[in-house]
């Protein structure tokens, strides 16, 4: 007979009235104590419902103990027999969590296999139909109207631009996820220096940039194009042509405006969002932010209970949420939302809506949310009359891998983190603070200031490529009262 748990003749049997399967007595009766079920069945058990056998005189002829002949040894073998049945104990437990991970796995991967097949199908066949359904209305609006473009004939969009204007949907996020996570991965940013004491040196002035006050100032890293508004004007200087452009939208007040890496320009005002190509959507509610996608002609807005996907033609996707969103970023590549609801910052997927994770904030005052371009790091700042706390959330893990808690005497405007993921910038009212990344610790040292000025609006002015290319981190500053920008590279004090 062979003990069901050691695997081993049996010396002295004992069954189990549960699965009816046998036992050397040790075995079962350690088991039994430790865990008071059946190692077969996993039904309740104890000692006194086991059940001895008894072995005939042939039997025992023929049946050989394992340890027969050593019943003699002293104590040191006595108590190594007895490490070695703790461990036959502790092997078939292992053997039964494995065989049930085992099980549970298979049953989950079936379902996820199911789900994504279903899943799959279904975005199919609903593209399919919005896709023959647009071409009848477009049809039918080409036969009603006499080829009337409705956008161009409302009077209400501006003037157009020309800009590549593909319409993306939904169902184009997958390719591009996996397109930018390729780009990403291959280009490999690392931090072009070997130390971490710089200095900035000015490596270019623009005088008079958008030639009037601009309000709204941003800059996009890979277009090179700093954007600004001037009552219902929205302003583009790209910085390499020295060419300034001017999309005039005829909206009364611009709130918020957005300049996406295709060059389409997106201004907000109150429900209404205009497009440079010439369209616009108008919500129910007044849009909160506006975020574009990083490849893709996709926008993401938020107002209050909802949050939605549009192109720049429609609205393609509402998701209905609890409480507003705001302080929104988009992932680099372009599947994840972040945005902060009032209570956490919560993590959303473009394609499904779903909520992937979400993570408790320092304080209720969040002020940047912002993924960094290594693509795991979700930076949040957060002030309060107490503190000013830049938390690093680790995506990989769902934790909170670092905390920076800055002096609650100074106001904290934004952060700034470089292409590599190693440099992270803090401007603030009285000057920029500067953190450096350290992989053998595992967290930011602070470390001299670079000594950019307070004056201006500071913008990382490289992307990941230039700093490969170039060898260097840059960064752009817009004076707003002077009108001027500067261009500012980062320089290893050594090589001065």
């Known amino acids: 007979m062979i003990c069901a748990i050691s695997r081993e003749e049996i010396s002295d049997p004992i069954v189990s009235p549960k699965s009816g399967a046998v036992f050397e007595r040790r075995h079962i009766e350690k088991y039994v104590t ?26 025992a002829e023929n049946t050989t103990s394992p340890t027969a002949n050593f019943t003699s040894i002293p104590n040191t073998l006595s108590m190594l027999q007895k490490e070695y049945d703790s461990m036959v104990s502790e092997i078939f437990t292992l053997r039964k969590s494995i065989d049930t991970l085992k099980e549970e796995l298979s049953i989950s991967l079936y379902r996820v296999d199911a789900a994504i097949n279903v899943a799959t199908k279904a975005l199919e066949e609903r593209d399919e139909a919005k896709k023959a359904l647009e071409n009848l209305s477009g049809s039918l609006k080409g036969k009603l109207s006499g080829g009337v473009n409705e956008n161009e004939s409302n009077g209400d969009n501006g003037d157009k631009m020309e800009d590549d204007n593909d319409l993306h949907n939904i169902s184009d996020i997958h390719a591009a996820r996996d397109e930018l996570f390729k780009k990403h991965k291959a280009l490999k940013v690392k931090l072009p220096y070997k130390s971490d004491k710089f200095t900035v040196v000015q490596d270019k002035t623009i ?65 209404k969002i205009s497009f440079s190509t010439g369209d616009t959507i108008t ?47 988009i992932h680099g590549d372009g599947e994840i939302f972040a945005a902060y609801n009032g209570e956490k910052v919560k993590l959303l997927s473009l394609i499904s809506g779903d909520e992937l994770a979400a993570f408790d904030v320092a304080s209720k005052h969040v002020q940047q949310i912002s993924f960094a371009a290594n693509g795991y790091w979700l930076l949040v700042l957060s002030t309060s009359d107490d503190a000013n706390t830049i938390q690093i959330f680790d995506l990989r893990k769902s934790v909170e891998a670092n905390r920076l808690e800055l002096s609650k005497e100074q106001k904290v405007y934004k952060f700034i983190i470089d292409p590599s ?11 920029c603070l500067t953190f450096a990344y350290s992989k053998k610790t595992r967290s930011w040292n602070e470390i001299e200031s670079l000594g950019f000025g307070t004056s201006g609006e500071l913008f990382l002015y490289s992307n990941g490529e230039d700093v490969v290319n170039d060898g260097e981190v840059r960064f752009i500053c817009y004076d707003m009262d002077a009108d001027n920008s500067s261009i500012e590279k980062l320089i290893e004090k050594e090589t001065i």
């Open 283 to 329: 919500i129910k509610r007044k849009v909160l932010s506006i975020n574009s996608h990083p490849s893709l002609n996709l926008f993401v807005i938020t107002s209050a209970g909802n949050w939605y996907v549009s192109n720049t033609n429609e609205i393609i996707a509402t998701h209905p949420t609890d409480s507003d969103l705001i302080h929104g970023d």
């Open 207 to 271: 005088y008079k940039t958008f030639g009037v006050h601009a309000d709204l100032v941003q800059f996009n890293s890979l277009a090179k194009v700093l954007t600004g508004t001037h009552k219902s004007e929205v302003l583009h200087y790209n910085v390499v042509d020295e060419k300034l452009d001017v999309w005039k939208t005829k909206l009364k007040t611009i709130g918020q405006v957005v300049y996406n890496n295709n060059g389409i320009l997106a201004a907000v005002a109150g429900t």
């Open 34 to 59: 430790a865990k008071g079920t059946d190692p077969i069945s996993n039904e309740p058990l104890t000692l006194d419902e086991l059940i001895p056998l008894q072995i005939t005189a042939y039997s």
């Open 421 to 431: 993921s190693n440099l992270l910038v803090v401007a603030t009212n009285s000057n």
